[in-house]
Every structure is written in C-alpha cells, then in structure tokens.
C-alpha cells in the first residue's frame, strides 16, 4: 500500500484554500478534504514494514505548534507539475518531517532524497498547462494568508488510485502531538 504522513488543514483554511482554486486550465484541483501538508511519503510499503513504520511514529511524541498557510509557488522549472500553498515558521515541519525521516529508517523504509519544502498540493497540472495562468493565479494567491492554525497531532495516510478522479485518502493511524508547553 502507498503511504504518506501528513497534517490535516483545519475545515475552515481548507474551504478557503479551495475557494481560491480556479482560473488555470489544466489543472487538476485538489478537493477541501484532500489538503493537507505531506510530513513524509514513503511510497509502496508492505504490510510488515506499514507496522514497523506505525510504532515507529508512535513512540516520542513532539511538541505541537503553529502554522499559517500563506501565498503560492509551482514545482517544476521547464513544465510545471504542481502548484502548491506555502507554509510559514516551516522550522517545526522540518523537524517533525525528520522525525518521519527517522521512523522510516526505523522501519527499514528508504524515503526518496530530495529537499523538503513544506507546502500544500493544491493542483497537479496536466502537461503544456499555459504559465502565464499560472503566474497570474500566484500573483493572485500573493496576499493570501490562512492562520494561524495549531497542529496537535499527524497522521498515517493510505493513498488509493481510483480509475476516475483524484486518488482515495484513508487514515491508518495517528499520532498526538504534546501541548504548548505551561509556563512556571
């Protein structure tokens, strides 16, 4: 099964984040419930490292935090594959996604190496989707901000193909995080 960890958006940010989410042909829009900001893929995983990788995750939990959801960017250079929301104090994501870095490694799990940028997926972009429409939809998104929003906790996602439409997330577990710490 294909496995990532990721923290939710708040329902009200995601409704927001998805009003927003028009005005680019060729983009495949993610959904309000599809949102979230990816800690750590880990790719097709059977069944004994999927447990292995789950105590992993459940075994020191982390300080929670802040996060706001703030303006816009794309990934790819020569063709454009995703458009995505940023993520500011990306600091706490980075270490909880080396955290997930380390209980793959636990798990007996290789992630693919490449840099971690925080950031919510909003679209994937068919091929030769126009970029002028692209950066006017992050000119557009430029003053957006969403938050802040607390993040308690994060979760273990199952991803599903269906043959129509975006792929079915389902939650296999999740993992609270600890409170702001209490002043003496």
């Not at 060729?26 to 800690?39: E, F, K, P, S, V």
């Not at 458009?83 to 693919?112: F, N, Q, S």
């Not at 939809?137 to 599903?160: C, E, I, Q, R, T």
Request: charge should be positive.
């Amino acid at each position: 099964m294909i496995l990532f960890a990721a923290i939710d958006l708040p329902g009200p940010i995601a409704k927001d984040i998805a009003r927003m989410q028009r005005g680019v042909s060729g983009a495949r829009w993610r959904t309000a419930d599809q949102l979230h900001i990816t800690l750590g893929y880990f790719g097709d995983v059977d069944v004994d490292h999927a447990e292995a990788l789950d105590d992993a995750l459940a075994r020191s939990p982390l300080p929670g935090f802040e996060l706001t959801v703030s303006g816009a960017g794309h990934f790819g250079r020569r063709e454009v594959h995703a458009i995505w929301a940023g993520v500011e104090d990306a600091a706490p994501l980075t270490a909880l996604h080396k955290y997930c870095r380390r209980a793959a490694r636990a798990a007996g799990i290789v992630m693919e190496a490449r840099k971690y940028t925080p950031h919510v997926t909003l679209a994937y972009m068919k091929p030769e989707s126009p970029l002028d429409r692209i950066i006017a939809f992050k000119k557009n998104m430029a003053g957006f901000s969403a938050g802040p929003f607390w993040v308690d906790g994060f979760h273990l996602y199952s991803s599903h193909p269906k043959k129509k439409g975006p792929n079915l997330y389902r939650v296999e577990a999740s993992y609270p995080l600890l409170g702001p710490s209490a002043e003496l």
